[in-house]
């Protein structure tokens, strides 16, 4: 589990970096104010990737820890939530 969230963080995080790159390119290409503007939202966007993988991590972790301390409620809900997918797929057959 903990490693599909990284897996997860990484990809956002690849794909907030290929941003922050795209609009730095396009700053290049800019002058005065909107290469100011897009180099400011190319920061917030790294910013933003760096907050994201930190809490992807962090809730990794966090999920990863609460499955190991509890592994029946975890059995349990998984069990309920399949269940619910189960009748409502078979309630739309009937339709």
């Known amino acids: ?38 180099s400011r939202a190319a920061a917030d966007v790294t910013r933003a990737s760096d907050s994201v993988r930190k809490y992807a991590t962090a809730s990794g972790k966090k999920a990863a820890h609460e499955v190991q301390e509890h592994p029946l409620a975890t059995v349990a809900i998984i069990a309920a939530a399949a269940a619910l997918v189960a009748f409502i797929v078979a309630s739309r057959r009937e339709k």
């Open 1 to 38: 589990m903990r490693s599909s969230f990284k897996d997860i963080a990484d990809n956002l995080e690849d794909a907030l970096e290929n941003v922050a790159h795209s609009l730095r390119t396009a700053a290049e290409s800019l002058s005065g104010d909107a290469s100011d503007a897009v």
